[in-house]
């Protein structure tokens, strides 16, 4: 995994994480402005800031990096990246999360005993979402051993099973209630980073579906696992990792916004600070303290999606997100998904507009899948499906 | 991966559900207020369906609190999961997600203190209209009362979370809920009524027993049972 044989550069060279940050900022397709900064760019600036690599220790360089691009990036965000998050593998090795709209890229970074003592900082791309190739790239920490070599292949090899397992996993999920079949025989794998529309008519199942799926209903029939484990029993884990918005508030009617996230923050043990900054993402003003009965259809719907964005959810499921909000609040939304880091399920019947965010679509009718392909096509799937609503 | 933060214990899960509904009755005070005048209503019609024999009316006065109790609890009861599924808050606590166990015993700790304190502002009523007085000491009183209430809230609980969604809650709880509550209703009963009457054959601690005995028993038993009731 490891290129454990390339060319050893006498100081940390920041550039080895050109890759990632191009990668990304290309993806996103944002150019970096004024003020804020590329991922490549809050790597370069942190190292910088540590100092000579030469005089510092393997792990400690590693936590200083770290440490470094923390406080960057509290003070600014980055330009198209929404989250970069550090895994300390031990040893010394972290992996660095870099996500951006539709993709994320990982890198691993450690120290390494060489035969010269030199401690070697090497890197691997891969690309978790999407395509595209890895880039190698190394550079120095500081001198003398720390660590072995055997730790470090430990570290730096072991296979991550993030980037393998299905966040979803459906095999032939059907639902029904009573006599009624909500919807049947689905079979339904995403990956993580994937972005799926969900079309059909009104009562075609795309709601039930996205309840099953969210765990809040059990299917009849089928197997459903998420993050690779049975939904069987008591799905704790899963649902600590993923959110629902549906038709329903989900929140209490007698409580300000505030509150309402702060109890939610509380049992997902969030951290409650972040509400205001979440409100004010979403178009809300953080001082207001009426009751959300006061609130209108739209401004519950920006309320849901921070609840949403506070539980960071690996797995986001939204059940027409576009409704009863004005254009501004459509686009406000739009982007919000599409700065989402992990899978996400868009059910709505704005084919347009959702299909510009999403990569897939699955096409629902009378509760039973009729087509699946990219989310560019879903147009003219449906209207051959419909030619009556096209006419 | 981001490092999820470690999810609150279920003890700590129970006081933010109490927590919780204790601040949203807080905000909506007025249905607190308006369940008060219900309970004092109801003392009202007792006293005047009774008539104004003296003695009849303290010897019924133990009985005549715990009903209004019992009544305004089906009210408090109800309510508690209404706030839950008007706007489908209950699906975001599951997702949150919170453990049922901690959504029951937090629910009926909530309840229970809620019940507490109506029977806090109902008893001087009570002693008012009823010509009542305590003989035994009010500590004897304090401890009926939260017994009794929590023998109420536990298995309340459970029903208003098992008829919540149904049309016909509002009938269904009673009908449920008061046959389930009467070796309970009768121990909390005859312990005022002690209390009130005086304890001259010493059977107030053995009255009180009993009622913790049922509180133990309907605690444990819906604490089981709920979680199957949120999967239904």
Known sequence: MVDLDAPVLHHFDAGCFEGLGHAIVADSQLEPHQGRRSLEQLVEVACQRRGPAEDHDGVEGMHQIRKLGDNLLAKEPLVGVHRVDWKDLGAGVYEVFGYAPGRAHAVRMGAQDRDDGVMVCAKQVSHLIGGGGGVGGHGVLRRGPQHSESAMRRGMGAPSTNLQTPVVHASGLSRRFGRRWAFARVDLTIQAGERWLLVGGNGSGKTTLLRVISTILRPSLGELSLFGQSTKGRPTTARRRLALLSHHAGLYEDLDSFDNLRILARLGGNDPREIPSLLERVGLDPTRADPLRAYSAGMRKRLQLAAMLLQKPDLVLLDEPFAALDPKGCDQVARIITELPGAVVVASHQLRRAASICDKALLLGDGVPRWRGPAADVERAWSTLHPEESA | ?232
């Open chain 2, 1 to 232: 991966m981001s490092v999820r933060p470690a999810p609150p214990s279920v003890f700590h899960q129970v006081l933010l559900v109490v927590q919780k509904d204790l601040l949203i009755e807080w905000r909506a005070r007025s249905r607190a207020f308006a369940l008060a005048c219900f309970a004092v209503t109801v003392l009202l019609l007792f006293s005047f369906a009774v008539g104004p024999d003296i003695v009849v009316m303290r010897s019924h006065a133990s009985a005549y609190l715990w009903l209004a109790v019992l009544l305004s609890s089906t009210l408090l009861l109800s309510q508690s999961f209404q706030v839950e599924v008007e706007a489908g808050a209950l699906e975001g606590l599951i997702l949150a997600p919170i453990e049922p166990e901690a959504l029951f015993y937090g629910k009926a700790l909530s309840n229970t203190l809620q019940l507490v304190g109506l029977s806090v502002v109902i008893t001087p009523f009570v002693l008012a209209l009823f010509d009542g007085s305590f003989s035994e000491p009010l500590y004897w009183h304090a401890l009926v009362v939260v017994l009794g209430c929590a023998g109420v809230s536990a298995p309340g609980t459970l029903y208003a979370g098992l008829t919540a969604r149904l049309n016909a809650r509002q009938l269904l709880l009673p009908l449920l809920l008061f046959p389930l509550l009467v070796p309970a209703l009768l121990a909390a009963v005859k312990a005022t009524d002690l209390m009130m009457e005086g304890d001259l054959m010493g059977q107030l601690s053995s009255w009180v027993g009993l009622l913790a005995c049922f509180d133990l028993m309907y605690w444990s038993l819906c604490g089981v049972l709920f979680p199957r009731v949120i999967d239904a």
